[in-house]
C-alpha cells in the first residue's frame, strides 16, 4: 500500500476521533444558571432593609412595572431595559449577532425576603430586536434559546456565549443592586 493512502487514513480517523469527543457541560456562568431548562441569574445580597422599602426601591427603576410583594417575595415585571455594554466590558463585534442588533432587555423579577439578606431571581429573560421599520412591533427572542444548546440541559460553549453572558452579569450587579456576596446555602 502507498504510504501516502495511509498517512490520509490515519488523519481521517484520528479527525473523526476528536470530532465524536463531548461538549463539556456548563451550567452555570458568573450568576447564571439552569434552572429546569430556562437561563436564571440569580444572586443573594446582605441587607438590613425592611421587605416594604425593597419595594419602595424597585417602585423606583423606571422600567419596572406590576410590583407586588406578598409573604416576603417580591413579584415584578422590566420592560426595554437597556444598557450601554461597553461600560461593563464591552462585547466583542461578532458577538453581538448571538442576541440582537440592539441591547434591549425584557424579562422577570423574583426576590425572595429573609431578616438579613434576600435572593434576587431574573428569569423569562428576553433580547428585544426592533426591525428596521418602526411600523412593526418588535421581536423578542428568549435568552435561553439564544444562549442554551438545543436540549436545553448546558450553556452554548461557544466563545460568544461567556462574553455575552459576563456583560449582562455586571449589569445586573449594578441595575438589581448587589453589594455583598452572602450566604446562599440556606434558600
Same mark, same amino acid.
Given at each position: 500500500m502507498k504510504?501516502?493512502?495511509v498517512i490520509t487514513c490515519l488523519s481521517l480517523i484520528g479527525c473523526t476521533t476528536v470530532a465524536q469527543q463531548p461538549q463539556p457541560t456548563i451550567t452555570t456562568y458568573g450568576h447564571f444558571k439552569l434552572?429546569?431548562?430556562e437561563l436564571i441569574w440569580q444572586h443573594v445580597i446582605d441587607t438590613t432593609l425592611r421587605p416594604e422599602?425593597? $419595594?419602595t426601591f424597585y417602585n423606583h427603576l423606571s422600567r419596572m412595572s406590576d410590583i407586588t410583594l =406578598?409573604?416576603?417575595t +417580591?413579584?415584578?415585571s422590566f420592560? %426595554? +431595559?437597556t444598557f450601554d455594554g461597553n461600560r461593563y466590558g464591552g462585547i466583542a463585534f461578532g458577538h453581538w449577532a448571538l442576541v440582537s442588533s440592539t441591547p434591549l432587555l425584557s424579562g422577570r423579577l423574583k426576590i425572595d425576603l429573609k431578616n438579613d439578606r434576600y435572593r434576587i431571581t431574573v428569569y423569562d429573560l428576553r433580547f428585544i430586536d426592533y426591525? =428596521?421599520?418602526k411600523s412593526c412591533a418588535p421581536r423578542y427572542q428568549s435568552a435561553s434559546h439564544a444562549l +442554551? %444548546? $438545543?436540549?436545553?440541559r448546558s450553556i452554548k460553549p461557544t466563545a460568544a456565549v461567556p462574553d455575552v453572558l459576563g456583560v449582562y452579569d455586571r449589569f445586573f450587579q449594578e441595575y438589581f443592586p448587589v453589594h455583598a456576596s452572602a450566604r446562599e446555602d440556606d434558600f
Open positions: 504510504p501516502w493512502i434552572d429546569g431548562q422599602d425593597v $419595594r =406578598e409573604d416576603n +417580591l413579584l415584578a420592560d %426595554m +431595559l426591525p =428596521e421599520d +442554551l %444548546m $438545543r436540549e436545553a
